[in-house]
């Protein structure tokens, strides 16, 4: 079983690449949710934008998304007073009701199926209804409009839910098209096909570009989900796989809905051109590790609970999602001494946190306050948040920094390498990571990621190479599909092995 693709058409790409150097008043690079959304409220508000996205607007985790539009955070609001105290929880589920609201304003005229809608977060078995009671208190003493009930309107056997009034859903890449449209008639200068390099940061900004041309800016945003290699706030930041499946169903039902598993499980519907499908979503694992149950068992647990639900899944597909330490994302200017602004650490809630970013760091931009900014500052100290989490986090980064050097290799003959299976092995004292193709052809690229230097391992589930440090994956010849790595791995020729 491996990943196809994910339910939604993508964009072709529509706008240039960057053939001359510029100036603007803020270089924006990224262009999903975060990226687009940002360039499109700095230029409606009459900065001089440049927007830079490295393949096409939406190619990114965007693309990838289920899109439930939510205040109920993947770190829950009793989590959420224990690490930021209540004021915290308060404005973390405030400041997710007033990006809802945004979407909402921004999405009209835009053909992308917004639509409200009941959320229901559930326990489906006694073990989780503590959890789920201490939740509802948490989350209605941080503002949510929320009831304790005992069923949900789906035919599964639950033990309780907790029920969020007025959440939101729509199409992600059709709400993304529209506001690129929106944006191409500002002034923004938005270009598609170009790599971001190095962001320098002494004197002018000036962001080095893969075409060799280069942007100077006043002010930078980096929207690029992944953290951009070289910044130190990238440690605080693990990346994981996530997982979604798709099926026809003869109609929609409304709501969205969560269970309470670890990882998690979330459902919705939506229709495209005319016809129905369910989305079941979930079984996230760190980035660069074999998941409980092997490679295919996220996959197998999203067909099990679509299957409850009378759907067989036909689409399958799997993108990143990057989580921060203390459970909320960092959003804001890096340091006071350099006007460059991050947006990241979404975990599951980008589409509200991506939003949410845009409000915040356009109004910074423009100098304007805004009630959220603090919370999520990226260089937070936060009394309350437990630093266990943080050190837990950098560890486990740590621990495979080393465990990528001295790692056993196979020793097994290329010969015997499965088709469709990768392995590392050493040739000539350094270690390859080695995939055998379809047609029986051997690919072969450095096994050291081009990030900081961990071993990579093979995904079979995407035919990728994934290191486990940071979230940075390659393709079977190298290539960067996601970051931080920039850099594709050393192809290597073992046909005389
Ligand atoms: C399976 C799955 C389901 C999800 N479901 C939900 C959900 O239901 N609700 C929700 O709120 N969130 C959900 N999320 C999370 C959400 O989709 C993401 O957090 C959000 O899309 C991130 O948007 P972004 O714009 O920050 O990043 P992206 O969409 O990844 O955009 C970043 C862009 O930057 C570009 N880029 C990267 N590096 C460079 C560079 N050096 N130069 C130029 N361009 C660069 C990339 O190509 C990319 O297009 C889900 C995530 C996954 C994986
Ligand atoms: S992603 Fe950081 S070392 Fe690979």
Not at 42 to 59: F, I, N, P
Not at 240 to 262: E, H, I, K, M
Not at 288 to 303: Q, V
Not at 475 to 480: A, C, R, Y
């Amino acid at each position: 079983m491996k990943s196809s693709r994910p339910l939604w058409t993508p964009s072709s790409r529509r706008f240039p690449g960057l053939e001359a150097d510029l100036h603007a008043d803020v270089a924006v690079v990224g262009g999903g949710i975060t990226g687009v959304t940002t360039a499109l409220l700095l230029a409606s508000a009459g900065k001089r934008v440049a927007l830079l996205e490295t393949r096409h607007l939406g190619a990114g985790v965007t693309g990838s998304t289920t899109a439930h539009l939510t205040e109920a955070l993947d770190t829950r609001y009793h989590e959420l007073e224990s690490s930021f105290g209540a004021e915290g929880a308060r404005l973390a589920r405030a400041s997710s009701r007033a990006a809802i609201e945004k979407i909402s304003e921004l999405a009209t005229g835009i053909d992308c199926g917004f639509e409200r809608v009941t959320g229901y977060l559930y326990a489906d078995s006694d073990s989780q209804l503590s959890q789920l009671d201490a939740e509802v208190l948490a989350a209605e003493r941080a503002g949510a409009q929320v009831r304790r009930i005992n069923e949900i309107p789906l035919p599964l056997p639950v033990r309780g839910a907790v029920e969020f009034e007025s959440q939101a859903q729509f199409r992600p890449l059709d709400y993304l098209a529209g506001l690129a449209e929106r944006l191409a008639a500002t002034k923004a200068q938005v270009y598609e096909g170009v790599t971001v390099l190095d962001v320098e940061t002494k004197g002018q900004l000036r962001l080095q570009t893969s075409t060799g041309r280069s942007v100077t800016a006043d002010a930078v945003v980096l929207a690029t989900h992944a953290p951009f290699q070289g910044l130190q706030q990238q440690l605080e930041l693990a990346q994981y796989r996530s997982y979604a499946v798709a099926g026809r169903v003869a109609a929609p039902f409304r709501g969205l809905y969560w269970d309470l598993a670890d990882p998690y499980h979330y459902i919705r519907t939506v229709t495209i051109d005319g016809q129905h499908h369910l989305i079941v979503g979930g079984g996230d694992h760190r980035t660069g590790t074999i998941p409980e149950g092997g490679p295919a068992a996220p996959y197998w647990e999203l067909d099990a609970l679509a299957a409850k639900l009378g759907v067989p899944a036909s689409e399958r597909w799997s993108a990143q999602v990057a989580e921060s330490a203390d459970g909320l994302p960092f959003i804001g200017r890096l340091d006071s001494k350099v006007e460059l602004y991050v947006a990241q650490g979404f975990a599951g809630n980008g589409m509200t946190f991506g939003t949410l970013s845009a409000m915040i760091i356009c109004d910074a931009l423009l100098g304007r306050d805004n009630p959220y900014a603090e919370l999520y500052r990226p260089s937070r100290v936060k009394p309350l948040a437990s630093a266990a989490a943080v050190v837990t986090e950098n560890a486990e980064t740590a621990a495979h920094l080393v465990a990528g050097h001295v790692k056993p290799v196979s020793d097994e003959p290329l010969e015997q390498l499965p088709i469709g299976e990768g392995r590392i092995v050493k040739s000539d004292g350094k270690k390859l990571a080695v995939y055998r193709d379809q047609d029986g052809a051997l690919h072969a690229v450095s096994a050291i990621c081009t990030h900081q230097g961990c071993q990579v391992a093979f995904n079979p589930m995407e035919c990728s190479w994934d290191c486990p440090c940071h979230g940075s994956r390659f393709d079977i010849d190298g290539g960067v599909l996601d970051g931080p790595a920039k850099r594709p791995l050393e192809k290597h020729d073992v046909s005389q092995r």
